[in-house]
């Protein structure tokens, strides 16, 4: 299991912005953002696989997210722009070893439950 660790969660006003981060302390081929609001399925926003560097985008996002990595190895930042309250949720950071979640199901990084490493979660919250 690769341990991550996330940060950067926190309030903003509808139309604001934010930065989330991302550090695998391990060997990943593939990491990538999700989020889960209460009562709603984990969903992904974005990933990269690191054998290539291409990064994926789910449809939602529509340009407002931007998916980088950090000056570290294994370092992934998530900025978030034109933020919305529907989009008030809790932020996981996943990592995949084998780089297969996001080919075995469907959309661009998959769906969560093949994602096997995730961190534990950061707050963002966006009011009206």
């Known amino acids: 299991q690769v341990p991550l660790v996330e940060s950067g969660g926190g309030s903003v006003q509808a139309g604001g912005s934010l930065t989330l981060s991302c550090i695998a302390t391990?060997?990943?081929?593939?990491m990538g953002w999700f989020r889960q609001a209460p009562g709603k399925k984990r969903e992904a926003i974005s990933c990269?696989?690191?054998?290539?560097?291409?990064?994926y985008y789910e449809d939602f996002i529509q340009g407002r997210f931007t998916l980088s990595r950090g000056i570290a190895d294994n370092t992934l930042n998530l900025q978030m722009n034109s933020l919305k309250p529907e989009e008030t949720a809790m932020y996981y950071c996943?990592?995949?070893?084998?780089?297969?979640?996001?080919?075995?199901?469907?959309?661009?990084?998959?769906?969560?439950?093949?994602?096997?490493?995730w961190g534990q979660g950061t707050q963002v919250t966006v009011s009206s």
């Open positions: 996943a990592a995949d070893p084998t780089g297969w979640a996001r080919l075995v199901s469907s959309g661009p990084c998959g769906v969560s439950t093949k994602w096997p490493d």
């Open positions: 391990g060997y990943t081929f593939c």
């Open positions: 990269i696989d690191w054998s290539d560097e291409k990064i």
